[in-house]
């Protein structure tokens, strides 16, 4: 399964053609660059979507090699295979959901979000517009075919908890791995799904191709407490905690560089955004491209710290189906799953 991912996103990286990098498993353990700076190796769950921007716009931005560390970017179309390599050692981080971090715990595995980019997932669900007059809230959801981008992935955890709160259990519709992007677009587009759980550019692409209809937008605070209760932490670099613990200079440039991007994402507007994107982003055009990020890069912060309601809600809702968390949320220690102590030094 590890050699598929790394050969997977190798492939990715050679086809984006831009300063997104890929590592053999035998030399991922870090060393040092060109440069003479520390390399790292960083998964993401999906580079070209918009809630995990700020990966590929820090490398574009030059504040990794400012901090002093050189990063190599790789991608895998979803956050449970993310998560994989990082557990496998062939990668010191991932741009991922933080609820992978609770998760991981309950497996005594010990990860922690040192930065935290958002408060509120930035998914929306999305419903084919030949069944949006059969699928108009999740209690809709029974006997459909809803896509995620893969089994154990965030957009499945959230889909369950959705059903969940509304009655239903994930023996009451069909989960179908979906992907992102294209492939997603695809399956609504045949039939393969009736609606499903994605994010921008691809929600863009969708709804002004007039291929499906927003069911719930939680790329707002606002629509992520009105379908989740309370806010859901989702883009973080979470790392291995002993990684962690045993690099904390490496960790604090990576926090320092992310920071500052963060900071120039809010005082700049999405075409600005766009601009510094590598082009083959815009799969749908600019002006669309443009749309995505505006209608999504609101979730992100400006500080990348972790609110303690946010992990509180995170653990909430991941107690209330989970088979991993369900019945053990007194054992988990949120303390263990994430870290302000970088980003307060970020300056």
């Not at 979000?113 to 030949?130: C, L, M, N, R």
């Not at 992007?181 to 709804?207: C, E």
């Amino acid at each position: 399964m590890r050699v598929r991912s790394l050969a997977a996103a190798g492939l990715a990286v050679v086809l984006l053609a831009t300063a997104v990098g890929c590592r053999d498993s035998r030399t991922a353990a870090g060393g040092t660059g060109k440069s003479g700076n520390e390399q790292v190796s960083i998964m993401v769950g999906g580079i070209d979507k918009v809630i995990y921007l700020p990966a590929m716009l820090t490398q574009r931005l030059g504040y990794f090699k400012s901090a002093g560390v050189d990063v190599k970017l790789l991608t895998e179309p979803a956050g449970a295979q993310a998560e994989n390599v990082l557990i496998s050692g062939d990668v010191q981080g991932v741009v991922g959901f933080y609820d992978h971090t609770i998760d991981l715990q309950t497996k005594h595995k010990c990860v922690e979000s040192v930065v935290q980019f958002a408060d509120v997932p930035g998914e929306v669900e999305v419903v084919s517009t030949k069944k949006a007059g059969q699928i108009t809230s999740p209690k809709d959801f029974k006997g459909h075919k809803l896509g995620v981008t893969s089994p154990g992935s965030s957009t499945d955890f959230l889909t369950q908890y959705l059903a969940s709160k509304n009655g239903l259990s994930s023996a009451d519709y069909t989960t179908v791995k979906a992907g992102a992007g294209q492939t997603f677009i695809a399956a609504l587009n045949n039939g393969g799904i009736d609606a499903g759980m994605t994010t921008d550019p691809t929600v863009a692409q969708l709804v002004s191709s007039g291929q499906g209809k927003v069911l719930l937008d939680m790329r707002t605070e606002a629509g992520a407490r009105a379908a989740l209760g309370g806010l859901y932490p989702s883009t973080s670099l979470y790392m291995d905690c002993s990684y962690v613990a045993a690099h904390k200079q490496t960790v604090q440039k990576l926090a320092t560089a992310f920071v500052k991007t963060l900071r120039w994402i809010k005082a700049h507007d999405a075409e600005q955004i766009a601009a510094k994107m590598p082009a083959d982003y815009a799969k749908g055009g600019k002006d669309l491209y443009v749309k995505s990020i505006h209608d999504s890069i609101g979730m992100f912060n400006a500080d990348g710290k972790m609110k303690e309601e946010g992990a509180r809600n995170a653990l909430k809702v991941l107690g209330s189906f989970s088979p991993n968390v369900k019945g053990k949320e007194s054992t988990v220690d949120l303390s263990k799953t994430y870290t302000t102590q970088f980003v307060d030094d970020a300056g």
